[in-house]
């Protein structure tokens, strides 16, 4: 996975590694609106375990990013940004602010993707409320979802 970190996005590349001519990029996940994460794939990869697989990955770094601890720390640890003693960021002067801590995460699905669902619950989110016609579609007009969470693992030392 690739990292793209901006002021309230912190999204990921999903590359295959090269085997063919083919794709590389095959899709994306992360967190637009965090606690709020989401993925999607491009049409060729679905149903081979691609999604679930990154999903698990990235989840247990969303829990670290999002723990309360200065981005700058956890920049320079996963995505080569470099940070100085004083904790700037690539020779900003100001240190990089505190990341909010979320105590879950959330993902929302269609009702009727239920490829979604399986995907979300095999890795451990369990089904939180249903919304009524709360997402418009720009082909099928306003629909229901689903709401998912996760709750943030507890730490070997009880928070």
């Known amino acids: 996975m690739v990292c793209h970190d901006v002021a309230g996005n912190w999204n990921f590349a999903i590359e295959l590694l090269a ?3 083919g794709p590389r990029v095959i899709g994306l996940i992360g ?4 606690p709020e994460i989401g993925y999607m794939f491009n049409v060729s990869y679905w149903g081979c375990g691609y999604a679930t697989e990154a999903l698990r990955a990235f989840i247990p770094l969303f829990f670290e990013h999002y723990s309360g601890r200065h981005i ?3 920049a320079e640890r996963n995505c080569g940004e470099h940070v ?3 904790g700037a960021m690539n020779g900003n002067t100001a240190k990089a602010p505190l990341a909010p801590r979320y105590e879950y995460a959330e993902a929302h699905t269609d009702t009727e993707l239920v490829s979604s669902q399986n ?3 095999k890795v451990g989110f369990t089904l939180h409320e249903k919304r009524e016609k709360d997402f418009e579609n720009p082909v099928l007009g306003l629909r229901d979802s ?3 969470r996760m709750s943030r693992p507890v730490d070997e030392g009880g928070s």
């Open 31 to 34: 967190a637009v609106r965090a």
């Open 146 to 148: 689903l709401v998912f």
């Open 19 to 21: 085997q063919h001519n």
């Open 119 to 121: 995907v979300l619950t």
């Open 72 to 74: 700058a720390d956890y």
């Open 84 to 86: 100085d003693e004083a």
